[in-house]
């Protein structure tokens, strides 16, 4: 069998005799395999690696199989899954759970029945080309990169990501704090052609003003007090790649009118030179202020983000994609359960629920902490008692001075007694002072 393309296969057991014994087959057959002996391991693995197959015994200390291969079917669909078992009745536990699994395999196996079963794990979705290739109405059902979401603002964001990805338009985020736009920055770089190029990040609020020029672009011996030799600036540094320009909005007026040059030149010039130089680099900039205003106010220059602007992508608030809330949560669960319960813990749906309603003024970066404490707080399963009190009873109103409908208040501080009363809508109608079924109306409206 040559083949210059072998596929990934990770095999998981406990048992080493058996991983060695299925990686000196799988290798004389010149796969590539990746051991795992715990489901932990693996679960790292799926996550830094292409897998193309999955063999995993059932029984196991801790995370058993079965989990393993729940969280497979969830978040790599696309990955057949093959199972090693010493239980031959396993099938029907198997059909229970009602997941991919193609096929599996009773210890003691032979050889020939491995190959057989392998074959049969690729063959039905015409191997390598279907599972390295995910197209992206597929793809965006649970992740992109790293983003996950499924609703309709995310699919937006990842479908003018593919649009951009392989080219060097400059593009404009614009978003909340926490709702993603730097890793909304970092997946247009590297799922684009020039991923192998340097990704850059700036963090424009982080530096002191005054050295923000010479961080940016270099500088030349001499051009100040210190500069004891020439240096070249973040700009060079990320030539042919991505320049991330994080909190754009706290670049200095000095700052603001090289980058202008930057733009329009394509070029840069040290502090302390005359001399430009040529480079090539995408700018992707990023704010969570309201730059209109700052150009209102003179303290953001109006050419300059008619040049940012090129492509503009919003990512929307939290509240504003709700659906993609129990996602998020998965992979919060997943990524703290393992850290610091090294197992798998779950959510009560009325935990979820009071998830769903909350305002979330922080975002996904808000909705992550909050799924951290959770975690170490538990046992095994995060119930309302867990999540903050916030939570629960602060239904926040924005913090800026929108004014709203009244119908739109009473509709919040509806969500806000239902969370108070962890959902029961008895409790609630009687705080409220309204009946069961006005209570069930004003929700549905
Ligand atoms: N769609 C998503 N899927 C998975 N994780 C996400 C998603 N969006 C954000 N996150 C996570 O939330 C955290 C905040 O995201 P990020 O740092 O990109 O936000 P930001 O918009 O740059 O925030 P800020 O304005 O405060 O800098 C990160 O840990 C990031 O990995
Ligand atoms: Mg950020």
Redesign the pocket.
Known sequence: MMNLQKENILIVDDDIDILELLQRHLKSWSYHTYKAISVKEAVHILRDTHIDLLITDLKMPEVDGFELIKFASEHYPNVPKLVVTGYPSVQDSLTAIKVGVVDYLTKPFTKAELQTAIEKSFSPKDNLASNTKVNLSEQTQQ?YG????KSEK?NDVIQIIERVKNNKATIF?K????????????AIHYQGKFSRAPFITVNCGGIPENLLESELFGYTKGAFTGAEKDRNGFFQAANNGTIFL??IGNASLAVQSRLLRVLQEKEVVKVGSQRAEKIEVRIIA???SDLKKMIEKQTFREDLYYRLTVVEIN?APLRERKE?IP??VD?FLLKYGIEYKDRFIKISNKALEVLKRYHWVG???E??NVIQHAVIMCDGIIEVEHLPDTLKINIDFPNDNRLLPLKEIEKRYILKVLNATDNNKTKASKILGIDRKTLRNKLEN
């Open positions: 992740a790293d983003i996950i979401g995310i985020i978003g909340e704090s926490g709702t993603g736009k730097e890793l909304v920055a970092r994080d909190e990023a704010t969570n990512v993609d996602l998020l992979k975002n996904i970066r909705l992550e």
